[in-house]
């Protein structure tokens, strides 16, 4: 599961053409539990960082996201996306 994000991950970072289409998959990858556990924290995160990169897809499923999320889980994943995208 973290081997898939991390290779999904860098192939995105690495400034793939479609890496915002990497990204979006990320979300809903996490959003569906497409081969790992649902994590509403994740799936935010990787919507909000697509959503950054231009995708207007994941900035519509990331608002639906943060309506059914806590004030802590919601920071948390825009946390996550800032230290990604510091690092990337």
Known sequence: MARIEMENADM????????????????????????CDVDMIAAHKWFNIAAIKGCSRAAMLRAEVAETMTKPDLARALREAREWMTCH
């Open 12 to 35: 995105a970072a690495l400034g793939a053409a479609n890496n915002a289409d990497i990204l979006f998959e990320m979300g809903m990858m996490y959003a569906t539990g497409r081969e």
